[in-house]
């Protein structure tokens, strides 16, 4: 059972940076595809990055160029460097690990383990 945490969320103007961090209890955490998902009130849960055990990534159309999704395996931390935020990136961030990087990353059914989520809020 890997237990995932979040942190580093909060409020930013518009055109503002944040970065997110998810610490990861499993020691083989450097084994697992990670990412991140967002969810905004009324909407369903979206794919925003994804990073495999080699260190390759995918972002969905609406945040390429601005996020990006990097990890510290010797400290079993997963970031999500978040930049020129814009209002309609306002949600619940969430993390997330799956024993297997599947091609269909974007579908929130496929992954294993979640964390609680950590609020961003991006203001105009």
């Known amino acids: 059972q890997v237990q995932l945490v979040e942190s580093g969320g909060g409020s930013v103007q518009a055109g503002g940076s944040l970065r997110l961090s998810c610490a990861a209890s499993d020691e083989r955490y450097s084994d697992y595809c990670m990412g991140w998902f967002r969810q905004a009130p009324g909407k369903e849960r979206e794919a925003a990055a994804v990073i495999d055990s080699d260190g390759d990534t995918k972002y969905a159309d609406s945040v390429q160029g601005r996020f990006s999704i990097y990890k510290d395996d010797a400290k079993n931390v997963l970031y999500l460097q978040m930049n020129n935020l814009k209002p309609e990136d306002t949600a619940m961030y969430y993390c997330?690990?799956?024993?297997?990087?599947?091609?269909?990353?974007?579908?929130?059914?496929?992954?294993?383990?979640w964390g609680q989520g950590t609020q961003v809020t991006v203001s105009s």
């Open positions: 997330a690990a799956a024993s297997i990087c599947w091609s269909t990353w974007t579908s929130a059914r496929l992954w294993d383990y």
